[in-house]
């Protein structure tokens, strides 16, 4: 039997969600609008005269080749990040599912480090990496000989960033695919272990394909981070560089925007990054989510 709730006013569930529409109005919707608006302004620096130049910022920045070499920097960091990111976070899933002692103790010390702030993540791995005083980077020197150095070097600069990034989100990866394997029946993976299945088989053919709804839905997640919240990152770490080796998307934004104050081809920039996160959703929804496999 199907319970409703009844109301005494018909105004009453209005008014109730009324705060709610408020705050997606004012924080979500108009400064979207405004944004798109912005878009096809030419303003001075200070926003007292504006010109409605329809298309032009757009036709600009794909005109801009350092905008699209941005482009490309950011769907190859994005991608990096999110294979890192998920394999690495899988692969502690699975450990971590094991029978071990202190398991609560070993799964809330791989769960910390979501809490840091991507721009600490950043410096933290500035330390480890930086080629004057960084641990890891004078040992990568000494050890093997190589010249490290993301202060000079574009790729050297592009895997930090990927590392400090990935790093972030292993453990919020890591979260989900354990309460998805705390969920598949024991009794499927004894089974098979009874039949002689390896643990690898039973790990590709039993687990990883009831993770797929899980898996399917961190992929979408690990593309938005990548392309949004790893601001702070390239902020506190490469700021861009060297030669805008760094510089994603969202980061260019920033920089056309309050530092170069052109705000119609920031507000044009904000508008091709949104699109872009709209179309590669649409595009893993429609492909991707059909070789998901859903248990009733």
Known sequence: MIKRSFFKSRYL???????????????????????????????????RQSKFVWFYNYIELFSDPLYLKSILITFVFSLSVAIVSLSLGLFIATM????????????????????????????LWLFLLHPSYGI???GIKNVFGMN???????????????????????????????????????????????????????????????LSPTFFFLSVMNIIYSFFETFGVIHTVTQGGPGGSTNILVYKVYQDGFVGLNMGSSSAQSVILMSLIIL???????????KVQYTG
């Open 13 to 47: 569930p209005y008014f109730l969600i009324l705060p709610q529409v408020i705050v997606t109005l004012t924080f979500f919707y108009w400064p979207a609008f405004q944004g798109l608006m912005q878009s096809f302004l030419l303003s001075d620096p200070f926003g």
């Open 96 to 123: 971590a599912n094991r029978a071990l002692r202190a398991t609560a103790l070993v799964r809330t010390l791989l769960i910390w480090p979501y809490a840091v702030a991507p721009a600490i993540s950043g410096i």
């Open 136 to 138: 890891v980077a004078l």
């Open 148 to 210: 490290w150095n993301p202060v000079l070097n574009g790729t050297d600069a592009m895997v930090m960033i990927t590392m400090a990034s990935a790093w972030k989100q292993i453990s919020y990866n890591f979260v989900f695919f354990m309460a998805g394997m705390q969920a598949i029946p024991k009794s499927l993976i004894e089974a098979a272990a009874i039949d002689g299945a390896s643990p690898l088989r039973r790990f590709w053919s039993i687990t990883f394909p009831l």
């Open 280 to 290: 590669i959703t649409v595009i893993q929804f429609r492909f991707v989510e059909k």
